[in-house]
């Protein structure tokens, strides 16, 4: 056989092997993987947060298990709307997740939003809980809840408090426990975390309340006393089993949790929101992961699908929309 017709039924046969490969469509791996060739969990603050955190915690395992490149993306601003802002515009085919944190629930009421909450974007996963604390550097004279209502009463408005802002969790959670026990405090709000506790470990304001996240680390040090913890039953950390809660402080039918969640933009499907949901879930209930979250941030992780968030969601809203509306709170208020 001449080399020609050699090469020319060489290539014949090449062509069958590669052709069934070479006429499948693109989409056809789409359709099998939704997910494509990469996804991205949006982070609305800044790296190093508890949110930030936890998305960084999640990366590898959603890697392996949505086989896509995940990616991180930190997008702050406007106590996390700006970023939510930005998935609720993208297109709701599963390349775009909003990591949260229970600001998420407030800022409806604080903003005026470019987005609807509700309608833009889709519940997906309540990650966890953890307790806001209340706690006082070992200097001051407060051992209790008690001491501080009977303090205020003598000084209404002497006794100031730090939080992580005006608007935040731990600032409604303290207007609704003075209103409940008919009590004056002074709120200090902060631009974030790290200064308010900085000015509580140096003594300059009396109280201060975050969540069990940022508090925690200086209970292990003593260097802060912790007060009250606001969760509906007591925290099993070393640090806060012991705190009381608010109900047996005296202060019933107050519960403040920080928490954690995932939203997708409003119309992604429910079967690709179903398969994140498995994969988050199977990364997050990790033992090794569970553990770090557990430990670094005090989680209590629930890993909730969409009808789990979209109840705890409705109701944060309710229980704290009316909290800043009868209070008349805005951003910049004390």
């Known amino acids: 056989m001449p080399i020609c017709r050699r090469l020319f039924s060489a290539a014949a046969m090449l062509s069958l092997v590669a052709a069934p490969f070479a006429i499948v469509p693109q989409g056809a791996f789409a359709q099998d993987n939704p997910f494509g060739g990469s996804v991205t969990l949006l982070v609305p603050f800044p790296a190093g947060g508890s949110v930030d955190v936890i998305a960084r915690q999640a990366q590898q395992g959603m890697q392996e298990r949505l086989k896509a490149n995940v990616i991180i993306e930190n997008k702050p601003g406007a106590s996390g709307s700006t970023g939510a802002a930005q998935v609720a515009r993208s297109a709701p085919d599963g390349r775009t997740w909003l990591f949260v944190f229970d600001t998420h629930a407030v800022n409806p009421f604080l903003q ?40 205020a009463k003598e000084k209404p408005g002497a006794i100031t408090y730090a939080t992580i802002g005006a608007g935040s969790l ?16 002074n709120h200090v709000p902060y631009r974030g975390g790290a200064p308010a506790m900085n000015d509580a470990l140096a003594g300059h304001v009396d109280l201060i309340i975050g969540s069990a996240a940022l508090v925690n680390p ?27 809660t608010a109900a047996e402080s005296g202060a019933a039918g107050i519960e403040s949790n920080a ?3 995932v939203f997708a933009p409003a119309a992604t499907p429910a079967p690709i929101i179903d398969r994140f949901v498995n994969d988050l879930r199977a990364t997050l209930t990790d ?15 629930r890993a909730g699908g969409p ?25 910049g208020s004390q």
């Open 259 to 261: 928490w954690w969640g």
């Open 307 to 331: 009808e789990e968030l979209k109840s705890f969601y409705e109701n944060e809203m309710k229980v704290w929309g009316a909290i800043v509306r009868e209070n008349d709170i805005q951003i």
């Open 218 to 244: 200086q209970l292990v040090g003593g260097t802060l006393r912790p007060l009250v913890q606001f969760g509906s039953k007591r925290a099993q950390s070393p640090e806060l089993s012991p705190v009381p």
């Open 112 to 151: 005026k939003l470019p987005f609807d909450s509700v309608k833009d974007l889709a519940p997906v996963m309540l990650i966890g809980t953890a307790p806001n604390v209340l706690a006082t550097n070992p200097s001051k004279p407060f051992k209790s809840l008690a001491d501080i209502v009977a303090a």
């Open 287 to 301: 033992a090794k992961i569970a553990e770090k979250l557990t430990q670094s941030q005090q989680i209590a992780i």
């Open 170 to 185: 731990g600032h409604l959670t303290m207007v609704r426990l003075s209103k409940l026990l008919g009590i004056s405090l």
